[in-house]
């Protein structure tokens, strides 16, 4: 995943457990090397993969929700279960099995469960951002905490906006300073479907109504705009910020975003699950905009397999992307776009010791 540098056959790496001390062909790494070696056979490994959206808060949700009738249908069907009652094992039965298949580092986004989930996460070495995820009309208040301060090993707590349609301004805001001071990414769900479109707009809507009866419609100005030309006026938008789906950007929403250096998270599937639509992957593959995937919660798509993600991704793309353009949307892409490349991206000396191997039916789609 280096530019400019060819697949290295025979790869072999060193490591002590936790970091990289050497890669190269195994010819070269032979000699002088003493120790245990495990040889994985003819395979394809890259590193480690990101899942750079996802709500393991939801796991104990699989197959709860309907599909394929949209946001408004999808919301109703999701509030109808017990959300935010967190299911340990669910949530450690998920991250087993995202790092049987090469997960090494994801965002986790957590409504009412960001500590909980973190301490978890540390425990089984998955790399991570736990987000706190800002929702609500209510203003902060001088001197509000957003995240908890407690230190992990393997990764950081911070600060997330829900949307903008359910986050009063000022809130998302103060959140976004707080993530920028600590030097940390701010992910936002944005620009996800065609009712958030018409609450940004004007305010209207089914899902408006819905949101106004339950206190959590967010003033969002009213004033025509794009949700990504409403995030920008509020100064949400720059190269620490991760928006999550833009399933509905304009070619000036792209403009603007890749103006901004915005980095963006595609969630296919559970756009097509939900029944959104996609977004234009084409045209935010073009633009140069940092792109990176993520499967979003289990309760909307059918596995948390970042494999499974890129693979629904190419089979249904209207662009070529290289092996090494590819595989960069699970690796290099997102590790950049999140900040963490110096441990996450590629393996090389230094980093994180974490790799995944190709699931042998993807080899011939990505290196045909």
């Known amino acids: 995943m280096t530019r400019g540098e060819s697949l290295i056959h025979d790869f072999a790496l060193l490591h002590d457990g936790e970091r990289i001390l050497e890669t190269g062909s195994w010819d070269n790494i032979k000699n002088g090397f003493t120790g245990e070696v495990e040889d994985l056979g003819d395979v394809t490994i890259t590193p480690g993969l990101i899942n750079a959206h996802v709500h393991l808060e939801l796991s104990h949700l699989q197959g709860r929700t309907v599909q394929g009738q949209g946001f408004t249908g999808w919301?109703?069907?999701?509030?109808?279960?017990?959300?935010?009652?967190?299911n340990e094992q669910a949530v450690r039965e998920a991250l087993l099995g995202m790092k049987q298949t090469g997960t090494a580092f994801c965002v986790d986004i957590s409504t009412r469960n960001?500590?909980?989930?973190?301490?978890?996460?540390d425990e089984l070495s998955m790399g991570f951002y736990a987000c706190c995820e800002a929702i609500g009309l209510q203003p902060p208040k001088d001197g509000a905490k957003f995240f908890p301060s407690r230190e992990f090993r393997h990764g950081h707590a911070a600060g997330s906006g829900h949307a903008l349609y359910s986050t009063a301004p000022e809130l998302l805001k103060a959140v976004k300073k707080a993530d920028n001071d600590a030097g940390l990414t701010f992910p936002i769900h944005l620009a996800e479907?065609?009712?958030?479109?018409?609450?940004?707009?004007?305010?209207?809507g089914v899902f408006?109504?819905?949101?106004?009866?339950?206190?959590?419609?967010?003033?969002?100005?009213?004033?025509?705009?794009?949700?990504?030309?409403?995030?920008?006026?509020?100064?949400?938008?720059?190269r620490s910020t991760l928006a999550v789906h833009c399933v509905r950007v304009t070619d000036r929403d792209i403009e603007t975003l890749a103006a901004r250096e915005t980095n963006v998270c595609l969630c296919p599937r559970s756009n097509e699950y939900i029944g959104e639509g996609r977004a234009p992957w084409e045209k935010i593959?073009?633009?140069?905009?940092?792109?990176?995937?993520?499967?979003?919660?289990?309760?909307?798509?059918?596995?948390?397999?970042?494999?499974?993600?890129?693979?629904f991704l190419l089979k249904n793309i209207n662009i070529s992307?290289?092996?090494?353009?590819?595989?960069?949307?699970?690796?290099?892409?997102?590790a950049r776009a999140l900040n963490i490349a110096e441990s996450y991206g590629s393996l090389?000396?230094?980093?994180?010791?974490?790799?995944?191997?190709?699931?042998?039916?993807?080899?011939?789609?990505?290196?045909?």
């Open 114 to 121: 960001c500590a909980a989930i973190a301490g978890i996460m």
């Open 321 to 334: 992307l290289s092996a090494q353009d590819a595989l960069a949307l699970v690796t290099t892409n997102g």
């Open 75 to 86: 919301v109703k069907s999701l509030l109808g279960n017990p959300l935010y009652d967190l």
């Open 348 to 368: 090389e000396k230094g980093k994180r010791a974490v790799f995944a191997i190709v699931p042998a039916h993807l080899e011939d789609l990505l290196f045909a």
């Open 285 to 311: 593959l073009n633009s140069g905009i940092k792109t990176c995937l993520g499967t979003d919660s289990i309760a909307s798509n059918h596995d948390l397999n970042m494999w499974n993600e890129l693979e």
């Open 193 to 204: 479907n065609e009712e958030e479109d018409e609450i940004v707009a004007r305010g209207t």
């Open 208 to 238: 408006a109504e819905m949101l106004k009866g339950a206190g959590m419609l967010a003033d969002c100005g009213r004033k025509g705009q794009s949700p990504v030309e409403y995030a920008d006026s509020l100064g949400l938008l720059d």
